[in-house]
């Protein structure tokens, strides 16, 4: 009789269980600030000064242009200045430009535009300019309503009213308001304040700039020239009273100057409409000259032909 083998237990084989598939992560949603687009910046502006010889006043002049809000950039412009006029304006914020020999108002501002342009950033909107004069101190806070008038695209060149928008008087005065009313119809109050904001389109359609005083007429006509908005902003200024000595001879070479800028604009307007109204009439010939002539048929011409 066979020994009996005790089997061996049966056990059965491990069965391999199948994972649960896990949902695949979501990635998280982007965030509202995310999606949205990039929030381009708030247009600026720059103050340009243009000084010589104003050590007494340019340091507040400076500080008080910094605080107009608006403006990032202070730049003066050292027109051959003799005393410490450059050292006081860059210890109170600004970057200042100096000439070597003095070169005038106009000369400096076109420097001052060119070094503005070249710290604008690359594709944000230029900076808009506010020209003020060195000498206002203090006061050269009350510029601000220009400044925001140009910054909110209210127009594109805002001119102070300064000594509470009084109507200014004189030839000059005079000459000016009647040029800016012949060209637009509208009569400034105070056609030749030097106080005031432009956007770079409008600063760059009156280059180059007319010399001496009559660079403010001049700028006004250019950009209503170039159909450009020009408006006045009331603003709390006092402008600096001129000396007795020598006013009489300054009020001339004023009135010279503003003259001259008019005449020029004047000449070159009338330059510019003969020139039109030549190319028309070339034209008008160049176009009845291709026009073949209608062909008109004789009556004797008919009777040959039947």
């Known amino acids: 009789m066979a020994d009996h083998v005790p089997k061996a237990p049966v056990t059965a084989a491990p069965t391999k269980?199948?994972?649960?598939?896990?949902?695949?992560a979501r990635k998280p949603r982007a965030s509202a600030a995310s999606r949205a687009k990039p929030v381009p910046a708030p247009p600026l502006a720059a103050a340009l000064i243009v000084a010589h010889n104003q050590a007494r006043r340019?340091?507040?002049?400076?500080?008080?242009?910094?605080s107009i809000p608006g403006i990032d950039l202070v730049l003066v412009v050292d027109d051959g200045s003799f005393d410490n006029t450059q050292d006081l304006a860059r210890k109170a914020g600004a970057v200042v430009v100096r000439h070597s020999h003095r070169r005038?108002?106009?000369?400096?501002?076109?420097?001052g535009a060119a070094v503005i342009a070249m710290r604008d950033e690359e594709g944000a909107v230029p900076r808009a300019v506010l020209l003020m004069e060195p000498g206002l101190g203090n006061g050269?806070?009350?510029?601000?309503?220009?400044?925001?008038?140009?910054?909110?695209?209210?127009?594109?060149?805002?001119?102070?009213?300064?000594?509470?928008?009084?109507?200014?008087?004189?030839?000059?005065?005079g000459a000016a308001?009647?040029?800016?009313?012949?060209?637009?119809?509208?009569?400034?109050?105070?056609?030749?304040?030097?106080?005031?904001?432009?956007?770079?389109?409008?600063?760059?359609?009156?280059?180059?700039?007319?010399?001496?005083?009559?660079?403010?007429?001049?700028?006004?006509?250019?950009?209503?020239?170039?159909?450009?908005?020009?408006?006045?902003?009331?603003?709390?200024?006092?402008?600096?009273?001129?000396?007795?000595?020598?006013?009489?001879?300054?009020?001339?070479?004023?009135y010279r100057d503003v003259m001259m800028a008019i005449s020029a604009r004047r000449i070159r307007l009338s330059l510019r409409t003969t020139q039109h109204a030549v190319e028309d009439t070339f034209h008008v010939a160049s176009r009845s000259e291709t026009t073949p002539a209608?062909?008109?048929?004789?009556?004797?011409?008919?009777?040959d032909e039947a």
């Open 17 to 24: 269980v199948a994972a649960a598939r896990q949902p695949a």
């Open 58 to 66: 340019i340091a507040a002049t400076v500080r008080a242009c910094r």
């Open 104 to 111: 005038g108002r106009a000369v400096s501002i076109e420097t």
């Open 140 to 173: 050269a806070a009350g510029a601000a309503p220009i400044v925001a008038a140009v910054l909110e695209q209210v127009s594109d060149v805002a001119i102070a009213l300064a000594d509470n928008a009084v109507r200014s008087t004189g030839a000059t005065a």
């Open 177 to 254: 308001r009647k040029a800016i009313a012949s060209l637009s119809g509208w009569s400034p109050l105070q056609p030749l304040s030097r106080v005031r904001c432009l956007t770079r389109e409008a600063l760059e359609a009156a280059f180059p700039l007319a010399r001496g005083a009559g660079l403010e007429i001049a700028v006004t006509l250019d950009v209503i020239d170039v159909g450009l908005t020009v408006t006045e902003v009331a603003c709390d200024m006092k402008h600096r009273p001129v000396k007795r000595s020598g006013a009489a001879l300054t009020r001339a070479s004023q």
């Open 294 to 303: 209608p062909v008109v048929e004789t009556p004797e011409a008919q009777k």
